[in-house]
């Protein structure tokens, strides 16, 4: 039944239903599984949400998985030359020959001296159609130097070459040597913000739960770590490690210098949130419990925040791999035999060679596409991190 008002412009309708004192506190099927749902499960949600971010992670994910695979990935070993062909452009990959799909193939690529310029021109022979090989025998390789195989994803024409980004100064093919640059560059962000995010936990947890001096002692060392000038310091602390160190021992103090130098923003933003937690009713009550500090801050505090933390280490690592390419590329970082982007973009410190030639330069790329990547990620991280927030 309807009950019309007397105003006639505000109507109201009264339902004839019966009254349910509960209907208040029925919800949806919807709302419960949200209500009831674990933080993670909020956090997973809201990132599915952002497009980009999704698109980012399944980008990185495949980056990080193909540098346990790269020597299977890249058709040439890291260290085979071909003296033939020094400098030699990116070669074009084709899939039709005469307006006929033949599948992917290359033509013979050969050069000539140029006298004027002084360079290798390189041409196609388009008579000869030379079809790239695939799941094929090629370079022999020690797959992460334990197992020796010669099996690739793809490998060059038996009779001809495929050189995807051109070759450098030694003929070394650069879509291989960028494969291959991958593990470094990557596992090298990644094992810095592993020691910059223990670093950080620890420092600003003593800082954040006790305060006093400890915090103030924290707090300015902080602040004279970050009044120096990055790449300055960076450059500095790479310059003392001695010239006689392994590979390996430069890698692993390249890695220390630049979690020394990154870990002070993942304190403080501990310390401010451990400030905030450790008065919260559930803090008391452990401590009036008889629970110890470490205890408190392991089983309590960090988890309540520990999202926030992986946003904040995701957009770290960009910071690190940067940092890495930075310093190889000005000779202070990574040094040959050890292959990662920043040692390969060293190559194009010189103008004139760049202008000559300019795939000297596609190193750059996938540094850029993983800055990308990380930072569209962390953001959505962030994002998701407060799963109550709209």
């Known amino acids: 039944m309807r009950h019309q008002p007397e105003h006639p412009a505000n109507p109201h309708y009264v339902s004839i239903e019966p009254y349910d004192p509960d209907a208040i506190t029925k919800v949806a099927a919807e709302q419960e599984k949200f209500y009831l749902a674990s933080q993670w499960a909020l956090i997973w949600w809201k990132f599915k949400r952002h497009r980009l971010a999704m698109v980012s992670g399944v980008f990185i994910i495949f980056v990080y998985a193909s540098i346990l695979i790269c020597e299977f990935l890249a058709p040439y070993n890291l260290h085979s030359r071909n003296t033939d062909h020094i400098y030699s452009p990116p070669q074009p990959v084709h899939f039709f020959h005469e307006g006929k799909f033949v599948g992917p193939f290359v033509y013979r690529w050969y050069n000539t001296l140029n006298m004027e310029l002084l360079q290798r021109d390189y041409h196609e022979d388009k008579t000869q159609v030379l079809p790239i090989r695939f799941f ?15 099996f690739h994803l793809f490998c060059a024409p038996e009779q001809g070459t495929l050189f995807l980004f051109g070759t450098d100064r030694l003929g070394r ?19 810095g913000i592993t020691l910059s995010m223990l670093m950080g936990i620890v420092i600003g947890s003593l800082a954040g739960y006790y305060g006093g001096w400890i915090d103030h002692l924290v707090q300015r060392s902080i602040e004279i770590i970050r009044s120096f000038p990055e790449l300055p310091l960076w450059m500095a602390l790479s310059a003392i490690l001695p010239v006689t160190w392994s590979p390996l021992w430069v890698f692993f103090g390249i890695t220390l210098i630049l979690a020394l130098m990154d ?16 008065e919260e009713d559930y803090t008391v009550a452990a401590q009036l419990m008889g629970a110890k500090t470490q205890r408190i801050v392991r089983r309590h505090l960090l988890p309540a925040f520990f999202s926030h933390l992986i946003a904040s280490a995701t ?4 910071t690190m791999i940067l940092g890495e390419t930075a310093l190889s590329f000005l000779g202070l970082g990574l040094r040959p035999p050890i292959t990662s982007w920043g040692v390969l973009l060293s190559e194009a410190q010189n103008v004139n060679v760049v202008a000559i030639y300019p795939w000297l330069l596609i190193p750059v790329i996938p540094v850029i596409l993983v800055i990308l990547a990380f930072n569209f990620f962390g953001d959505g991280i962030r994002d998701a991190a407060d799963p109550y927030k709209h």
């Open 136 to 150: 094929c025998s090629g370079d022999e390789y020690e797959f992460w130097g334990a197992v020796k195989s010669n």
């Open 173 to 191: 093919d650069m879509f291989s040597r960028i494969v291959y640059g991958a593990r470094i560059s990557m596992t090298i962000g990644l094992v």
């Open 263 to 278: 870990w002070t923003g993942l304190a403080r933003a501990v310390r401010s949130k451990l400030l905030a937690l450790r």
């Open 315 to 318: 957009l770290s690592i960009p």
